[in-house]
């Protein structure tokens, strides 16, 4: 565990390219997991939990920007009720395969593959909800770049929901054995993944880049 006093933190030059390699392997893995059960979802199942669904309300007509969709099950999920969405991912085999669930189930949400960081101008002002949920902050290097990302892409009145998880997450290895990385730690985490959490048996091994965020950092800046 790191208990060294916190230092700024040193962002690698290449952590997009290393986490977009890293969400690419993901997806292959994830598409064919139990954890995600695609059948199931393309039979009719949503895959918005109880939290967001309370969060969002009633999203019919609402325009909804989804950052870090992944391969796109809850900004699909989004669009059979009522929304108009657009989903952003890092990783182009992830939109490759939000695209493709897109026209199998005939539905009209939009993927783009884009840093969440440097969202492209057309999206400023379009939307009444930003949407992000679970595991999303700690691939973020700089929360008040993203928070400004956000904003831009609200119209006035819009808002943001986010759920993600408690920050007390970050400290633990991928197993949640043992504490590797101290609560309050600022410095950039350079880890070798072995599987994913979707499937630890799988074939994967890359290289990962995150950053923890406390949550005094989260709701005290926002």
Not at 19 to 34: E, G, I, M, P, Q
Not at 79 to 100: C, E, M
Not at 103 to 117: D, I, P, R, T
Not at 196 to 213: F, G, I
């Amino acid at each position: 565990m790191n208990l060294l006093p916190d230092l700024p933190p040193a962002i690698p030059a290449d952590y997009l390219e290393l986490n977009r390699r890293l969400w690419n392997a993901k997806t292959a893995s994830h598409l064919a997991s139990d954890f995600y059960d695609v059948p199931g979802f393309v039979a009719g199942n949503s895959s918005l939990n109880p939290p967001e669904q309370q969060l969002l309300g009633d999203v019919t007509g609402q325009r909804i920007l989804h950052l870090q969709c992944h391969f796109g099950l809850d900004t699909l999920s989004l669009a059979r009720l009522g929304a108009h969405v657009t989903g952003v991912d890092l990783a182009d085999d992830a939109i490759t395969s939000a695209r493709a669930l897109n026209q199998q189930l005939g539905l009209e949400a939009e993927f783009l593959q884009a840093n969440v960081l440097a969202l492209p101008a057309h999206l400023d002002g379009q939307f009444d909800v930003v949407f992000t949920s679970y595991g999303v902050l700690g691939w973020l290097p700089d929360l008040p770049q993203w928070a400004a990302s956000v904003a831009r892409c609200l119209r006035p009145g819009g808002r943001l929901v986010l759920v993600e998880f408690h920050p007390a997450v970050w400290m633990f290895d991928n197993y949640f054995t043992r504490i590797e990385h101290s609560y309050f730690n600022r410095q950039t985490i350079v880890e070798q993944e072995n599987g994913t959490y979707a499937d630890r048996a799988a074939p994967l091994q890359e290289t990962s880049v995150s950053w923890n965020h406390s949550l005094g950092e989260v709701l005290g800046r926002y």
